[in-house]
Every structure is written in C-alpha cells, then in structure tokens.
C-alpha cells in the first residue's frame, strides 16, 4: 500500500484495509494533537486513491472492513466520497463496512440527505472528536468548535443513522478546570447521544504547542488520581441510553468500558475502588498513546 506518513486509525479499525485518500488533517490547529504536524493537508489524487484500491484488491481479500485515512476524510466533496465508495464497492465487494474520521466541520458541511448518501454507499461508522464539551477550553485548544457545533454536527449523524463514536481527552482542561471540564463534556455527550464513547487521558507531545507549554510548566497535567476524578464527574453527568463507554485506551490509568446507562453505578464503583487503592492503576511506564 502505497501511505504517506505516519497513518494514524482508531484501534477498532485495526483489522481494517486502510485507504488513505486525504493526507493530514483540513483543520490541524487544536494545541494537543500532533497527528499530522508535518504533514500539509492535501487531497489524494484519483490514480494514487485507484492504486491503493488495486492493491487491496490484490492482497487484501480476507479484510472486511476499509477504513479511509488520513485526519478528516469526510471533508472530501460527496462527488469524490461516492466515487471512492463505488470503486471500493466494484474492486472489493468483499468489504462490508466503509469507516473515516470526521470532524463536526466536515460533518455539517454535508446536508442530512448527503449523509444518507453516504450511508447507503457503504459508511457505517464516523469518528469524531470532541475532545471537550467546555467552550473555554475548546476555545484555548484552537478545536474551531464549540459545544453547541458538535452537538448539531452530531445530530446529523444520529439522523442519517450512521453509527457515531465521539472522544473525549481527560486532562485537557488542565488542574484547574478539571472537574468543569467534565461536567460540561458529560452536558454535551449527553445532549449529543452518539453510540459510543471513548475516553482517552491526554499525554502532551512535544511537537505540539500545549506540550511545550507542559514542558515550560504553564499548563499543570492531573496527576493519576485527579484523572479518577475527572472520569468519576464524567460519568455522574453523563445521561444517554445505550451508548457503549470505553475507557480502556492504553493511554488510561484505568480500563474501563461499559454500557451506559445499565453499567453506569458499576463502572463508578470500579472508580471508588481505585480511588481507594483497592484496584490496581496501569503503571506509568505501561501508558501510552
Ligand atoms: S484533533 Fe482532529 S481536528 Fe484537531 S488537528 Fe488533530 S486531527 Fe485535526
């Protein structure tokens, strides 16, 4: 397969064929994320995306799923989207799931109907970040969103029926805004309802700007068990029925992962524990990105 850079796919998609058809990220501003830092954000052209696609013909047949990388692949126009989905659709009709990041910009950028669109071409699955549901710190990370954004972008998602699984960063607010951080985060998810929920405990990078202001000691990281206590206020405020919550990124202290709203107290009691010391947190030199 023919990549450029690093290509990044959510660990669900990891028995997926990976097509990467934008390269970057349209966006690439948010102070946490150095994803594509070094890459300018292009679209692929048709005869790179065509010998992907051959490729996978060739050597991919046991792989079910595709997953369209790079950042936000959704930002690519419906005419280009549908076209990939149909090549995808004539040279590999083994595949049965179609998967992509998108960002709520990209999202509202299509109209409900085009999601449909979509939809019936073979998405089944977006990928969306929130990071947070706090405006002030969506604001400070330069996400270009705001709650009332990804709460519409993720409305039309809910619509086309298009299965949506959003993140969340704990630590992004920072010590001081830890708790508000989660209680406007678990407002927004709530109101957002997606099909799942992954939480993910920020690890600042040194390519990117809010890791320089971690290293210059400007930006205060909370420590493991603040962390417990920005997931404890996350889940007490979080309200949606069946949504699937996953906490167990190997960037997290402690995995966890539930559904919500049945496993909602016991997923709290598995908090309680390790706040009491009575469970077992993943050793720092364990977590990683
Ligand atoms: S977090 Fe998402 S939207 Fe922000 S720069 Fe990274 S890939 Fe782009």
């Not at 830092?37 to 292009?42: A, E, G, L, P, T």
């Not at 179609?98 to 509202?108: S, T």
């Not at 990124?249 to 524990?273: C, E, F, Q, V």
């Amino acid at each position: 397969m023919n990549y450029e850079g690093d290509i990044i796919r959510p660990p669900s998609e990891a028995d997926a064929i990976i097509i990467q058809v934008t390269v970057g990220c349209s966006h690439n501003h948010c102070t946490f994320c150095g994803a594509y830092k070094n890459k300018s954000f292009r679209v692929r052209s048709d005869e790179e995306i065509e010998e992907n696609i051959a490729f996978a013909e060739q050597y991919c047949r046991r792989q079910k799923r595709v997953f369209l990388a790079d950042g936000d692949a959704l930002i690519l126009s419906q005419r280009r989207l549908l076209k990939i989905f149909s090549q995808i659709k004539g040279r590999l009709p083994w595949v049965k799931r179609l998967a992509m990041y998108g960002n709520a910009k990209a999202i509202r950028s299509k109209s409900r109907e085009e999601l449909k669109e979509l939809k019936a071409g073979g998405l089944r699955r977006i990928y969306m970040g929130l990071e947070s549901g706090d405006d002030t710190i969506l604001a400070a990370v330069r996400k270009g969103e705001t709650g009332e954004s990804m709460i519409q972008a993720a409305e039309q998602v809910r619509a086309a029926e298009i299965f949506l699984s959003v993140t969340f960063l704990l630590g992004l607010g920072g010590i001081s805004n830890s708790l508000q951080h989660a209680r406007e985060s678990g407002r927004v998810l709530s109101q957002m309802r997606p099909n799942q929920i992954a939480a993910l405990c920020l690890m600042p990078l040194n390519n990117t700007p809010l890791g320089k202001e971690y290293a210059a000691g400007r930006f205060r990281l909370p420590d493991a068990q603040a962390m417990l206590l920005e997931l404890r206020e996350l889940i007490i405020n979080l309200d949606c029925d069946r949504v699937q919550f996953m906490a167990n990124h190997a960037s997290n202290y402690l995995p966890l992962s539930g559904r919500l709203m049945r496993d909602k107290d016991s997923m709290l009691h598995k908090i309680t524990l390790a706040l009491q010391g009575n469970h077992p947190l993943v050793p720092e030199q364990y977590r990683a990105l």
